[in-house]
Structures are given as C-alpha cells and as structure tokens.
T-cell receptor, first 115, second 112 residues
Framework: ETGVTQTPRHLVMGMTNKKSLKCEQH?????MYWYKQSAKKPLELMFV???????ENNSVPSRFSPECPNSSHLFLHLHTLQPEDSALYLC??????????????FGPGTRLTVL | GDSVTQMEGPVTLSEEAFLTINCTYT??????LFWYVQYPGEGLQLLLK?????DKGSNKGFEATYRKETTSFHLEKGSVQVSDSAVYFC???????????FGTGTRLQVFP
C-alpha cells in the first residue's frame, strides 16, 4: 500500500449504530487530519493530530470521536449520528505541520450515509 | 486572518479551450501555495505548488504563478480535455497552525 488509505470506502449506518472509519498513511508523516466534505459546502477541518497529540478540534460534536494510536493510524469513531452527518470524510497526512510548506496528502475518502 | 478566495463555478468549457481559475489570498508571511484537484468520487490530489514569490508551479499542462504583488495564484491551462473535469481547490498553510486554508472549490466541466 502506498500513500494514504481509508476504509471502508462506503458506509451506510442507522442513527443508533456505532461504526469506525480507519485511515492509514504509509508516508512516514507526523501529522494526520480528518475533514468533512458535504455537498455544496466548503471543506471542513474536523481534527488534527501532530505526533499523536490532538492539536485541533474544530468544535466537532461529541458523536464524532477521533483516536490516533500512532503516527500512521487515525480512526474516527461514530455513534448516534444524524442524517445531516452524511458526507464524504477525508483523511490527510503531512510531514511539516505548522510550517509555511505544509503540504497535505489525502486519502480517497469514506462516503458515509446515515439513515 | 489567512484566507483564500476562488471564483465561483461551475466553469463550463469546450474541449481545447483555454482555462483560467482565479485565486487570491490573504496571508501572514510567505506561505507555499497549492492547487488541489478532486476528480469525481475521489479524494483531493495535489496538482501543483509554488513555494515562493514568482515561482511557477506546473503539472499535467496546468500552471500557476505565485504573484506577491497581486496576492494571486491563478490556475491556467492552454487546452483543456474532458478528463480535466473535476473540482479545483486553491489552498495555503495557515500561519503558525497545523491547518491548510482551502478555497471553496471551483467545478470545471469540459464538454467534447
């Protein structure tokens, strides 16, 4: 595997379900990100982890719970979601967070549908 | 604060037409500037970048020049193809944070 991978690619869940999204980066980067991309809305940054420490939580509801066990893996645990949480969830990683050259590499995304 | 402004889409062109997608920015310091592309059903891919003023980034026939005097980083391509149909995002690193600031994206539709 190369780059940034995300699983599953598609997920359909009910509002009472609990599920997790997984992201893995094979680039040796130090920082990982979760973004939410909804139709007709700008890209929204959700969480940032730098060296496994959370450095950004963009006022995300507690029904989204991130976990970063190491610099290569990032999870997004989901519970009691709402239909408006249906979106494409993108994971990214970067080598140089906090610098003027902070280039991010993205995974293909997980398309989430909440029924 | 830092910000990126992109032209509204969609941009609709015929194949082989000239493309310009405007991007202007407000930034503290002199960050790198990026163009990302998102093809249907996929994540974002870095298309090109420029790291300092007057640098020209280029890839796949696309070009953008880092213009400090006009705070712009317009994306251009001389002859678009149907396969260039995608959403294009201009972005820059936010000063002293771990974040990238993205524009709202511009959808390009190219017809044969």
């Amino acid at each position: 595997e190369t780059g940034v991978t995300q699983t599953p690619r598609h997920l359909v869940m009910g509002m009472t379900n609990k599920k997790s999204l997984k992201c893995e980066q094979h680039l040796g980067h130090n920082a990982m990100y979760w973004y939410k991309q909804s139709a007709k809305k700008p890209l929204e940054l959700m969480f940032v982890y730098n060296f496994k420490e959370q450095t950004e939580n963009n006022s995300v509801p507690s029904r989204f719970s991130p976990e970063c066990p190491n610099s290569s893996h990032l999870f997004l645990h989901l519970h009691t979601l709402q239909p408006e949480d249906s979106a494409l969830y993108l994971c990214a990683s970067s080598q140089d967070p906090g610098t003027m050259g902070n280039e991010q590499f993205f995974g293909p995304g997980t398309r989430l549908t909440v029924l | 604060g830092d910000s990126v402004t992109q032209m509204e889409g969609p941009v609709t062109l015929s194949e082989e037409a000239f493309l310009t997608i405007n991007c202007t920015y407000t930034a503290t310091g002199y960050p790198s500037l990026f163009w990302y592309v998102q093809y249907p059903g996929e994540g974002l891919q870095l298309l090109l970048k420029a790291t300092k003023a007057d640098d020209k980034g280029s890839n796949k026939g696309f070009e953008a020049t880092y213009r400090k005097e006009t705070t712009s980083f317009h994306l251009e391509k001389g002859s678009v193809q149907v396969s260039d149909s995608a959403v294009y995002f201009c972005a820059l690193p936010s000063y002293n944070t771990d974040k990238l600031i993205f524009g709202t994206g511009t959808r390009l539709q190219v017809f044969p």
